[in-house]
Nanobody
Framework: QARLQESGGGSVQAGGSLRLSCGLSGFNPGIASACLAWDRQAPGKEREGVAA??????????LYADPVKGRFTISPDNDENTLDLQMTRLKRGDTAMYYC??????????????????????WGRGTLVAVSS
């Protein structure tokens, strides 16, 4: 049975960095052929896609939501079966529960607006990131 497990959340001051990691197990066909994404849900707000990654014709495509562009980096590791999210220059507005997700349909990770991230079929339980001023 496929399973995702996030780790790395915690409390950090504004301007700091955190690295989230998501371990994927039992996922076929493997992350090299998958749509992989991170999304988040802040208190009182709807969930939003943060970053997505897919391989199209042998080329890695990585997309980011506007609020995190230039600050967050999504990194799948095919050998370790992990999906990391490096977060830098964190802001209070980044406070949220962060979830990793995967799907065999790579097209769900190719929208610049992240509109399909919510439709991914496999989800972790989330890890909390709290940014203080």
């Amino acid at each position: 049975q496929a399973r995702l497990q996030e780790s790395g959340g915690g409390s950090v001051q504004a301007g700091g960095s955190l690295r989230l990691s998501c371990g994927l197990s039992g996922f076929n066909p493997g992350i090299a052929s998958a749509c992989l994404a991170w999304d988040r849900q802040a208190p009182g707000k709807e969930r939003e896609g943060v970053a997505a990654s897919a391989t199209v014709v042998g080329r890695a495509v990585k997309l980011y939501a506007d609020p995190v562009k230039g600050r967050f980096t999504i990194s799948p590791d095919n050998d370790e079966n992990t999906l990391d999210l490096q977060m830098t220059r964190l802001k209070r507005g980044d406070t949220a529960m962060y979830y990793c997700a995967a799907d065999v349909a790579q097209r769900k990770c190719l929208s610049a607006t992240m509109k399909d991230v919510g439709d991914l079929t496999l989800w972790g339980r989330g890890t909390l990131v709290a940014v203080s001023s």
